[in-house]
């Protein structure tokens, strides 16, 4: 249904867990602006992360959900 997983990791136990990231940014208003852009332009939106963990009979053993406000800078003035 996901597709799959952006990144997969094993506990020390040796359950497997799937990552899910999606992001949906778009550039802010000053990105648009000529000359200013190249100095400094930026980006913002959401990121969503689906982490979820498989028993070893591959059934969802847990799952968490998380959203955070993301913002890229770009240019040579990105600090």
């Not at 990121?47 to 955070?68: G, T, W």
Request: zero cysteines.
């Amino acid at each position: 249904m996901f597709g799959s997983p952006t990144k997969t990791t094993f506990t020390d136990g040796g359950l497997e867990i799937w990552n899910y990231d999606f992001s949906n940014v778009s550039a802010d208003a000053i990105s648009y602006v000529p000359i200013v852009s190249m100095f400094g332009g930026s980006s913002s939106g959401k990121k969503k992360e689906l982490v979820v963990m498989y028993d070893n009979a591959d059934i969802v053993k847990r799952f968490s959900m998380s959203e955070a406000d993301v913002k890229t800078k770009t240019g040579l003035f990105n600090n």
